[in-house]
């Protein structure tokens, strides 16, 4: 028992070690072309080596070499030097940034002093990136190789083609790695070119630098990111790629930060841990501040310290996303009532600036995250492995079992994972609290729906977050109100200029004013239909009424009256009245008859 317990402190230091022991031997080499002699110069790739050599040695790396404008056989004599040096390493990244371009559809870095008058040249002049494969082979965990290097060829308009069918593409061509455990990674998909930038960097070279060395961070994910920073950064022009498949373990360029182990010959060690576990399965500020007052050291302490800090930088960053939805509500209402315009420039200015500020708070939430669910693992596999250590779970004193609880296996940290990944995917909008509601289930739901996966929305698992890990970009597609746009992964207001008006379409028209009308004067015409109409009536009814006065006359007396155009008599005797028809002017409709 005695020597059990004397080697523990040996296997805690093993396990527990420095962190550039656990990654192995990582060696990089960084090319960067842009003084070319007989092509345009370039002006971002010397630059871009620069910021990615220092992003390398800051991460540890045990060999950086940086060289820049180099010969063809400047470049072959390099590249033989880096092969000796990973052929004890276990992680080897090669960069590349210059011109690069692809023949028959085999791709070719251009050495500086590249001509290339015929299309047969660049067999001889430039390097095959079969070349740069080799070099790197020999790593035992990963073979990285980065090409920023998709711009147009230089050479396109003046290179002589000796077979008319030979293809030159535009951009570099699709690669499926021979080798195991090898990614190959284009700052523009195959097929496809690259851009600058506006700045002294290339968008894809500033993602790299932000993303791939998170500590912790697997190299597949860190690409994801760097995919996601690109197409937001050029408008979704330009899409990075990376080819190759590695294994089911996660492969990250710089290991978490372990934490110091604490002797397990500590006969205290099971209270402080079973403090621990409470503490973690409440899981806030203040039940880690309590664990803490009362366990100032040691190795549980430095364990609840990042969890802290964990904490903190989730607090950090809902507060910059909330300073960031204001500034930028603040930008859009100057813009929509027409203020100054310098206001207007002051207010994009801030809401620009706390953009950024939600972007470095979200990068650290992150990194802080994978750090304590990486050392938290870590104090799992020690209780599980370490000879002589306490079990992982120990009885609370009301007799209850207290679980050891993981980032994985904790209801609450799992959820919060879990809801974290959502949001990154695009399926989920709320806070990551933990607390796994109708919002989570509907979320995750949604996931289902556009990943086409079928896990159990009910309660967060370890295979929805490995699920909604595995997927490097945004799932669920952005859906925006009416009178909002999507932008990246946010809403922005449709803010329309003076006399236009959002229409169904979600577009800005130019509004439409009726014009008032004038009704014109009524003009008196004319009618000479009517006229005769009227006098028609006229005449019709004088011979009518000339009929009913003789008819009248009859029935009074039996005297008839003889009426005409100019007046009435009575009938001469022995004479009498008959009907012949017509009337009017000229035409009297009785006639007087005498026998």
């Not at 509907?442 to 009910?458: E, I, P």
Request: glycine content about 8%.
């Amino acid at each position: 028992m005695r020597s059990l317990l004397g080697f523990c402190p040996l296997f805690l230091a093993l396990l527990f070690g420095a962190a550039p022991a656990l990654a192995g031997k990582r060696v990089a080499l960084v090319l960067a072309n842009s003084s070319y002699q007989y092509a345009p110069s370039l002006a971002n790739p010397v630059n871009d080596g620069a910021v990615m050599a220092k992003t390398l040695k800051d991460a540890g790396f045990e060999i950086v070499e940086s060289r820049h404008d180099l010969s063809a056989l400047e470049t072959r004599r390099v590249l033989r030097d880096f092969a000796d040096a990973t052929r004890d390493a276990d992680i080897a990244v090669v960069y590349y940034a210059g011109h690069g371009i692809e023949v028959e559809g085999s791709n070719y870095l251009i050495p500086v002093d590249a001509k290339l008058e015929r299309d047969t040249d660049v067999y001889d002049q430039g390097l095959s990136l079969d070349r740069v494969l080799v070099a790197v082979e020999p790593a035992k965990q990963l073979r990285l190789v980065i090409l920023d290097a998709c711009r147009d060829n230089p050479f396109g308009k003046t290179m002589k083609r000796t077979v008319v069918s030979r293809g030159i593409g535009r951009g570099l061509a699709q690669v499926e790695p021979n080798s195991p455990n090898t990614l190959i990674a284009y700052s523009a998909k195959a097929g496809f070119t690259a851009q600058d930038g506006d700045g002294a960097n290339s968008p894809f070279t500033m993602a790299l630098s932000k993303h791939l060395t998170t500590p912790g961070l697997d190299v597949r994910r860190a690409f994801g990111f760097v995919r996601d920073d690109v197409l937001k950064s050029t408008g979704n022009k330009q899409e990075p790629f990376v080819y190759g498949s590695l294994g089911g373990e996660d492969v990250p360029l710089v290991p978490v930060k372990a934490v110091a182990a604490a002797p397990v010959t500590n006969p205290q060690a099971a209270d402080i841990r079973r403090d621990y576990e409470l503490a973690l399965q409440v899981g806030n500020r203040p039940a880690w501040d309590a664990f803490l007052a009362q366990h100032p050291d040691g190795f549980y302490a430095n364990l609840a310290k990042l969890q802290v800090e964990k904490i903190g930088a989730e607090q950090a960053h809902a507060a910059a996303t909330e300073k960031a939805k204001q500034a930028e509500a603040e930008r859009d209402r100057l813009a929509a009532l027409g203020a100054q315009k310098d206001a207007q420039a002051r207010a994009a200015a801030d809401a620009k600036a706390a953009e950024q500020a939600q972007l470095a708070a979200q990068k650290a939430k992150e990194q802080v995250q994978q750090q304590a669910a990486a050392a938290e693992q870590q104090r799992v596999n020690l209780a599980a492995a370490a000879p002589g250590a306490a079990p992982a779970s120990t009885p609370s004193p009301a007799g209850t079992s207290v679980a050891s609880l993981t980032p994985t296996t904790t209801p609450v940290d799992l959820s919060r994972l879990v809801q974290t990944e959502l949001g990154r995917v695009g399926c989920f909008s709320g806070q990551a609290d933990g607390n796994w509601n109708t919002t989570s289930r509907r979320s995750l739901s949604q996931f289902n729906r556009y990943a086409g996966t079928r896990l159990d929305v009910k309660v967060a698992s370890t295979d929805a977050l490995d699920t909604v890990k595995s997927k490097p970009s945004r799932v669920c597609p952005l859906v925006c109100e009416h009178g909002f746009r999507a932008d990246g992964d946010k809403c922005t207001k449709i803010v329309c200029r003076e006399g236009y008006a959002i229409n169904d379409d979600n577009a800005c028209e130019k509004r439409r004013v009726a014009k008032p009308t004038t009704a014109k004067p009524a003009t008196a015409k004319r009618d000479d239909g009517d006229e005769r109409s009227a006098r028609q009536r006229r005449q019709a009814g004088g011979a009518a009424g000339i009929a009913a006065a003789a008819s009248a006359g009859r029935a009074s007396g039996g005297v008839q009256i003889f009426c005409n155009g100019g007046s009435c008599r009575p009938v001469n005797r022995g004479c009498h009245l008959e009907y012949r028809g017509g009337g009017g002017p000229g035409n009297d409709a009785n006639a007087e008859v005498c026998n």
